[in-house]
C-alpha cells in the first residue's frame, strides 16, 4: 500500500531564461496578480508583469541557528562498503534510551506520543519491517503491539543513498550512470521533501497528506555496514565488563539513522484500483464524485506548487465506502401512505431505517512526496509529467469551493514567504544544507504559485494549468543590484520564464 521511491542527481546548469523585476516590497500585504494572457502550450515568450510593493519586514527568512535539535546529533557514520544481511541476535537488540532532545514535537504531542510507542517496541525487541515494494529502504513501524504506526525511511537508504538495500538500484547506478538519478533535484533529500509537503498541506488546510515528521530511529532491522554493528557489539561488551569505561561511551546501541515518518493511513487501495472501478462500473453517487473531484483537485494544488515529479497512479491512495442503503436497493425507501399513515408503527421504522444511513465516504491520501521540490524546471531528457492530467477530472475546471479555500492564501505574500520559511526550518536540519541551492527551489515554489493563482483567477482546469509556462520568481535584494539607487531598500522579485524544453514530454 505504500510505494517508495527516492530520486538523487548531478547537479546541472539552470534552464535558459529572460530576466526582468517582478515584484517590489512596501507596507501592502497582499499579492496582486495582474491577469496575464498565458497560452496553452509550454513554448512561450517572456511576459512581463507589474511591480506590486509589498512590505520588507514580513519577507526576511528566518536565521539558521547552530542550536537546532536537527543539527546536535553527531555524523552518521558511514562505515565500510560491505553489506550485511540483517541480524537478528540479542546483541543487536541493544537500542538506546531515548534523549530529550530527539522525535519531541512540543507542538504535537500525539505525534511524539506515537514516536516514543514505536521507539518503545524496538527496545522489546518488535523490529520495524522492510517494505517489499519500492527501490530504496523503507520500514514498517509498529507499537509493541504489533499494528503499524507509518513508514520509515532513512535517508542513507534512498534510491541513491549509499546504503539503499535493493540491488536494482545498485546495479543502475553502476551500469547506467548516464540515465541515473533526475537533474533537477538536490541528491538525498527525499525525506526531506516529504516533511515539506506534509508542512504545505497542513498551512493550506488540504488534509490529503498523512502527516510527516523528520526524525531519528536506530533498529537492528535497518542496513548497517558490518563495521557499524561490529562497533555496536565492542561498546556493548566493553560496557558489561567495564562499567565505568561504559558510561565514557555517548551510546551504545547501532547509529540513529535519519528520515521521514510518515502516520500510516488504514483502508486504503491505490488509487488505480479505485479509477478502475469508478470508471467500468459507476458505483460513484453524485455527492461521492463531487467530493472526490475536490479532493483531487487539492492534490493538483499540492502537486504542482512542490512540483512533483513523481506522481503516478499507484503513489496517491484512495478509501471509498459505500453507504448501506446503495448496498441494498439504491434509494429512499418509500412509506406507503394509503395503507399506513404518517404516525403509524410501520411508517416510524422505515424512516428510522433510513435515518441510519450514514453517507458514503472518500478520502484520499498523496503519499510518496520524496521526489519533488526540484531547484530547476525539468530541461534534459526527460519532462516528468503530472501522471493525473490525463485522467477525465483534470479537465474539470476548478471548483469554486477549491478557488475559495486556496485563492486568499496564495494571493497574500506574506503567506507564501511563510511557507518558504517553514520548509527552511525543515532543510536546514540536514548537514547538506545550502542555502543558495534552497534559494532556487523557492524560486521554482512561487513560480509554480504564481502560474496556480493566475490559473484560479481564469477558472482553468488542471490540464490547463500543466500548460501554462514553466516560471521561477528568484527574490533578491537591492544591495545586491548596482543598477540600484540608494533610496531603494527591501527586496525585489526576478521573473524567469522557461525557454528551454525536455526532449521527451511524455515520460
Sequence with gaps: MTHTRRGDTDESDTSDSDERPLLRENHHTQLQFQDIPLPDVTHTTTTHLPLTEMSASSLHHSVVSENSPLLSHGPLTGGAAGEESLS???????????????????????????????????????????????????????????VILGIFKPKN???????????????????????????????????????????????????????????????????????ERAKSRAKRDLAEHFPKMGKSFKRLGLPLKVGSFQVFVNGYKDADYWLRRFETESILSETATKEFQMLFERMVILDYI???????????????????????S?????????????????????????????????????????LAF???????????????????????????????????????????????????????????????????QMSVMRGQILNLVQALKDRKSPVQLVQMPP?????????????????????????????????FKWC
Design 471 to 503: 516560471v521561477t520568481i528568484e527574490r533578491k535584494r537591492h544591495v545586491d543590484d548596482l543598477n540600484r539607487t540608494n533610496s531603494d531598500t527591501g527586496s525585489y522579485f526576478q521573473q524567469r520564464v522557461q525557454d528551454r524544453m525536455p526532449f
Design 88 to 146: 537478528t541476535s540479542k546483541m543487536d537488540h541493544q537500542i538506546p534510551s531515548r534523549r530529550l532532545h530527539e522525535n519531541v514535537f512540543p507542538e504535537d504531542p500525539e505525534f511524539s506520543q506515537m514516536i516514543h510507542e514505536a521507539e518503545l517496541a524496538i527496545e522489546n525487541g518488535i523490529n520495524p519491517e522492510r517494505v517489499v515494494q519500492g527501490s530504496s529502504g523503507s520500514y514498517f513501524v509498529k507499537n509493541h503491539e504489533g
Design 330 to 370: 439504491g434509494k429512499k425507501p418509500e412509506v406507503d401512505l394509503l395503507q399506513n399513515s404518517p404516525d403509524s408503527p410501520e411508517s416510524e421504522k422505515q424512516a428510522g431505517d433510513w435515518n441510519i444511513v450514514q453517507k458514503p465516504v472518500i478520502k484520499l491520501a498523496a503519499i510518496d512526496n520524496g
Design 157 to 227: 537508504e534512498e534510491p541513491y543513498g549509499k546504503m539503499n538495500p535493493k540491488f536494482l538500484k545498485l546495479v543502475q547506478r553502476c551500469c547506467c550512470p548516464w540515465c541515473f538519478g533526475r537533474g533537477c533535484l538536490v541528491p538525498n533529500q527525499g525525506y526531506l521533501s516529504e516533511a515539506g509537503a506534509s508542512l504545505i498541506d497542513e498551512k493550506m488546510k488540504l488534509g490529503i497528506v498523512p502527516k510527516t515528521r523528520v526524525i531519528y530511529l536506530a533498529s537492528p532491522a535497518f542496513n548497517y555496514t558490518r563495521g
Design 306 to 328: 512542490i512540483r512533483n515529479t513523481d506522481r503516478g497512479n499507484d503513489n496517491w491512495l484512495v478509501m471509498y465506502e459505500n453507504s448501506d442503503i446503495e448496498k441494498l
Design 374 to 440: 526540484p531547484f530547476k524546471h525539468p530541461d534534459e531528457w526527460r519532462a516528468y509529467p503530472y501522471y493525473w492530467a490525463w485522467l477525465p477530472q483534470a479537465r474539470v475546471p476548478f471548483s469554486q469551493e477549491t478557488i475559495d479555500l486556496v485563492l486568499p492564501l496564495l494571493s497574500d505574500m506574506m503567506f507564501v514567504e511563510d511557507l518558504a520559511e517553514g520548509l527552511e526550518e525543515i532543510f536546514r536540519g540536514d548537514k547538506g544544507f545550502d542555502r543558495q541551492m534552497f534559494s532556487k
